[in-house]
């Protein structure tokens, strides 16, 4: 019996170490949060408290949070104009699935990948945005985190 208890703990401990790597990013302005995966450092926050940005320097990733009132018509409008700015700023959109509520797109320049998810907030005025930058050669080994930061990524009021 002693020995399946010490086989369950050696199996779980990874899990469990890992799970304790990673970091926590509450914004009081807006009213968002999400995970912060380990390795990450952040600069504090913005100066108007509506986002801050971590990287993991020796890595070259960056991840940016922010949030804005929603100027264009509605939430799918703004998620339209800031695929819009990505993509005059020179990124290729590989990828986009947008709803009322939430968005997510992506794309590449040269060697260079992100990732951004937009959530329209409770207050329907506003949204709060991520976004992760990562080199292409780290696409396999972000894909996870970049799914974790996505799953707990949301509204503090709702």
């Known amino acids: ?15 469990s170490a890992q799970e ?15 995970e912060i995966p ?26 940016s949070f ?21 993509e005059r700023d020179g990124w290729n959109i590989a990828y986009q699935a ?14 260079r990948m992100f990732y951004t998810r937009m959530i329209a907030l409770c207050d329907g005025l506003s949204y709060a945005a991520m976004t992760v930058q990562y080199s292409a050669a780290q696409a396999a080994d972000m894909k996870p985190r970049v799914e974790r930061l996505v799953a707990g990524f949301r509204d503090l009021g709702c």
């Open 20 to 34: 304790l790597g990673w970091g926590r990013y509450d914004n009081a302005r807006f009213g968002y949060t999400s």
């Open 66 to 86: 922010w949030g804005a009132n929603i100027t264009a018509e509605d939430f799918e409008a703004e998620v339209a104009a800031r695929m819009g700015y990505a």
């Open 98 to 111: 947008t709803t009322s509520y939430w968005a997510s797109f992506s794309g590449v320049m040269g060697q």
């Open 38 to 63: 380990p390795g990450f450092s952040g600069y504090g926050e913005s100066d108007n408290g509506d986002g801050q940005i971590f990287d993991n320097a020796g890595k070259a990733q960056v991840l």
């Open 1 to 15: 019996m002693r020995i399946l208890i010490v086989l369950l703990a050696l199996i779980t401990l990874p899990v």
